[in-house]
């Protein structure tokens, strides 16, 4: 069975007058396998937005290529396009129509009419919960009920692909769970679902993933197995003095500890009965510790030697 994602060296660079190109993929492969919810984790500038834009078929890459169930998305986009729903991060509904109207207007520019359009509508409509607000104003609506109804005109045509960026923006709580229930039940119709995100927890509901940074993957598996790649525990300590602190931690523990963001980091089994004794041992040095079970960030820092959103400026 051919992947349903297949990327294979891509890469891509924007120009910049006057000075080097900035490359925005360096080369990254990946597969995804059908009826998977696979994720691209990662902060701004890591490069998922260029990914996402290549595999809508909105951007040509500057190298290496990407194919959807065996159709180049470069050479064939209008072949690809007909095998992907695609949901962007920015609204794509006409918010002076009505949710129903949105869906038609939709379901003309792939070639669906008639009593077709209107079964398939009404299903989509009711697949989604918003069988009562068909009729309704799309500005009227809830962020939630509003990414719904974009979810359902993504779907419309019946793609083998879901594409999805950055799926939960702007929604409450409450939004992002029934939108992840959703996700996760397209699984059960064969629907495969990539998401872009920058939220760590949604990373963790997704069944593969990928840690994209600068351009690179960073890591590549389960949310389980990523987090496992760190043995023992993550401690943060904060100093006045990383440099000094991290040096002596060398020296009395035999703790292989590196200074980032201004504070000190290392990985150790059982830390909880170390840092007593780092303590007493540094009274002067130790502002604070904490002591934490493996997260996604921790895997993050762990494979790229800084921090989530250091030097990035917040999510894309």
Same mark, same amino acid.
């Given at each position: 069975? /051919?992947?349903?994602?297949?990327?294979?060296?891509?890469?891509? %660079?924007?120009? /910049?007058?006057?000075?080097?190109?900035?490359?925005?993929? #360096?080369?990254?492969?990946?597969?995804?396998?059908?009826?998977?919810?696979f994720g691209v984790l990662g902060p701004n500038g890591g490069g998922k937005t260029t990914l996402f834009r290549i595999l809508s078929t909105a951007l040509r890459p500057t190298g290496g290529g990407a194919r959807l169930f065996d159709t180049d998305v470069t050479s064939a986009p209008d072949a690809a396009r007909q095998k992907m729903g695609v949901v962007f991060q920015s609204p794509s509904l006409d918010k002076k129509l009505t949710v129903m109207e949105n869906l038609r207007h939709q379901g003309r520019l792939y070639g669906l009419h008639g009593a077709e359009l209107a079964a398939r509508s009404a299903e989509m409509?009711?697949?989604?919960?918003?069988?009562?607000?068909?009729?309704?104003?799309?500005?009227?609506?809830?962020?939630?009920?509003?990414?719904?109804?974009?979810?359902?005109?993504?779907?419309?045509?019946?793609?083998?692909?879901?594409?999805?960026?950055?799926?939960? !923006? +702007?929604?409450?709580? +409450?939004?992002?769970?029934?939108? $992840?229930?959703?996700?996760?039940?397209?699984?059960?119709?064969?629907?495969?679902?990539?998401? !872009?995100?920058?939220?760590?927890?949604?990373?963790?509901?997704?069944?593969?993933?990928i840690i994209l940074d600068r351009g690179r993957i960073a890591a590549l598996g389960t949310p389980a197995v990523l987090?496992? !790649?760190?043995?023992?525990?993550?401690? $943060?300590?904060? !100093?006045?003095?990383?440099?000094?602190?991290?040096? +002596?931690?060398?020296?009395?523990?035999?703790?292989?500890?590196?200074? #980032?963001?201004?504070?000190?980091?290392?990985?150790?089994?059982?830390?909880? %009965?170390?840092i007593p004794q780092i303590v007493v041992a540094f009274p002067d040095l130790v502002a604070s510790a904490s002591v934490g079970k493996p997260t996604l960030e921790d895997v993050f820092v762990h494979h790229t030697g800084h921090r989530f959103w250091a030097d990035n400026g917040g999510p894309s």
């Amino acid at each position: 069975m /051919n992947p349903a994602v297949r990327v294979d060296g891509l890469r891509h %660079e924007y120009k /910049n007058p006057g000075g080097p190109p900035r490359v925005a993929l #360096q080369g990254i492969d990946f597969e995804v396998s059908p009826g998977e919810l696979f994720g691209v984790l990662g902060p701004n500038g890591g490069g998922k937005t260029t990914l996402f834009r290549i595999l809508s078929t909105a951007l040509r890459p500057t190298g290496g290529g990407a194919r959807l169930f065996d159709t180049d998305v470069t050479s064939a986009p209008d072949a690809a396009r007909q095998k992907m729903g695609v949901v962007f991060q920015s609204p794509s509904l006409d918010k002076k129509l009505t949710v129903m109207e949105n869906l038609r207007h939709q379901g003309r520019l792939y070639g669906l009419h008639g009593a077709e359009l209107a079964a398939r509508s009404a299903e989509m409509l009711a697949h989604l919960g918003l069988a009562d607000r068909a009729g309704d104003i799309v500005e009227r609506l809830s962020g939630g009920l509003q990414r719904r109804a974009e979810i359902a005109k993504s779907l419309l045509h019946r793609p083998a692909l879901l594409l999805m960026d950055e799926p939960t !923006t +702007g929604l409450d709580p +409450g939004a992002r769970r029934d939108v $992840w229930t959703y996700l996760k039940s397209l699984k059960k119709e064969g629907v495969t679902v990539l998401v !872009t995100t920058h939220l760590m927890e949604e990373a963790e509901r997704c069944d593969r993933l990928i840690i994209l940074d600068r351009g690179r993957i960073a890591a590549l598996g389960t949310p389980a197995v990523l987090k496992e !790649t760190i043995r023992g525990d993550v401690v $943060w300590v904060t !100093t006045v003095s990383p440099d000094i602190l991290s040096a +002596g931690l060398k020296e009395r523990f035999d703790v292989d500890a590196v200074v #980032q963001d201004g504070a000190v980091r290392f990985e150790r089994d059982r830390a909880h %009965e170390l840092i007593p004794q780092i303590v007493v041992a540094f009274p002067d040095l130790v502002a604070s510790a904490s002591v934490g079970k493996p997260t996604l960030e921790d895997v993050f820092v762990h494979h790229t030697g800084h921090r989530f959103w250091a030097d990035n400026g917040g999510p894309s």
